[in-house]
């Protein structure tokens, strides 16, 4: 992703929480007042603009860059240093887990977003097996917080750890459960959230740390011999 001093969404004049109508107006009318007929000098803002734009109007690659502003906004502790002596467990658990919710919450939204719209499924159909696995993810949080804390230092990398640690019980959950029964159009539906979950959040990790944690799945291709 591309380097940029200036915030995107303050490129677009827009709050980070603007829903997606906000942000296109914004573009038109950022895009409008900085177009070469308008503005014939200043194209570095127009490039900036349209920059913008392109990350933000998709709800995938605007996950990622929101996963890429919290990064930078949750406190830094470098590795050389014992988390215990800037935190306390409790308020150190209470952080990472609270961070896993949120951006487990948001992969799982974009989610539903890109399959509703690429399979033409209404999203209410892929709303209950978030559901679910939102749940799963917070059921195994004391188990999967205690394994990445053996091997990740960063807040939210912990976060983003037991977020992926969650779904692999989940799709492991739901592996047993395929290999035993005919997979109904349901279970094919949570198998694509699953693997799509995954790749957003999995985006804010080091390659390396992914493969730790055992790879994306891939739910979908073991229920039905094809990927998303």
């Known amino acids: 992703m591309r380097n940029t001093d200036e915030n995107l969404y303050e490129i677009l004049g827009v709050p980070s929480d603007a829903n997606q109508a906000l942000i296109k107006k914004a573009y038109r009318d950022k895009a409008f007042a900085n177009h070469p007929d308008q503005n014939p000098v200043d194209n570095r803002q127009m490039s900036e603009i349209n920059y913008a734009w392109s990350i933000l109007q998709d709800q995938e690659t605007r996950s990622v860059y929101d996963l890429s502003l919290a990064k930078d906004s949750l406190p830094f502790l470098s590795p050389t240093i014992k988390r215990q002596e800037n935190y306390s467990h409790s308020s150190w658990k209470k952080t990472v887990w609270a961070q896993c919710h949120v951006l487990a919450n948001e992969a799982l939204t974009s989610a539903i977003h890109k399959l ?113």
């Open 116 to 228: 509703a719209t690429r399979n033409r499924i209404t999203p209410s159909h892929y709303a209950r097996s978030a559901s679910k696995i939102l749940q799963s993810i917070e059921d195994s949080a004391s188990t999967n917080y205690e394994h990445a804390t053996l091997q990740i230092i960063e807040p939210l990398d912990m976060s983003l750890a037991m977020g992926l640690l969650g779904i692999r019980d989940h799709a492991e959950k739901l592996m047993l459960y395929a290999d035993k029964n005919n997979p109904t159009a349901d279970h094919i539906l949570e198998a694509a959230l699953l693997d799509r979950a995954w790749d957003i959040l999995s985006h804010g990790l080091e390659r390396e740390t992914e493969i730790e944690l055992g790879g994306n799945p891939r739910m979908l291709k073991h229920l039905t011999g094809r990927r998303i």
